[in-house]
């Protein structure tokens, strides 16, 4: 059992930065690879990021590449997310989710990888 909690979401202006961090607990953090999800008012929650077991091996989507950095701290069992230049479509609550794998370098952009879920944080992006 893994249990995630994101935060560091808000209210922030085009052009800006935020930082989202998901702190993880229970089972062996080094065993997932963890993924970010979104989901936007009346649309269905998609894939924007995810980092491998080992932190060797980050994905991203074609709408956040280049402006979105994955990255994973084992001391405090935390994923980040930085985001930079946000946009207005950037708005979404951010899901960080978990996927157990023996692959230590796979990483997942399906979301039925990934057995655990955070609670969400909301981002949003003024224009």
């Known amino acids: 059992q893994v249990q995630l909690a994101e935060s560091g979401g808000g209210l922030v202006q085009a052009g800006g930065s935020l930082r989202l961090s998901c702190a993880a607990s229970?089972?062996?953090?080094?065993?997932?690879?963890m993924g970010w999800f979104r989901q936007a008012p009346g649309k269905d929650r998609e894939f924007v990021s995810a980092?491998?077991?080992?932190?060797?091996?980050?994905d991203y989507a074609d709408s956040v590449k280049g402006r979105f950095t994955v990255s994973r701290d084992y001391a405090k069992n935390t994923v980040h997310l930085q985001m930079s230049s946000l946009k207005p479509e950037d708005t979404a609550v951010y899901y960080c989710a978990a996927a157990g794998s023996l692959n230590s370098s796979a990483t997942y952009f399906e979301r039925d990888k990934y057995t655990y879920w955070g609670q969400g944080t909301q981002v949003t992006v003024s224009s």
């Open positions: 229970g089972r062996s953090f080094s065993w997932y690879a």
């Open positions: 980092i491998s077991r080992t932190g060797l091996t980050t």
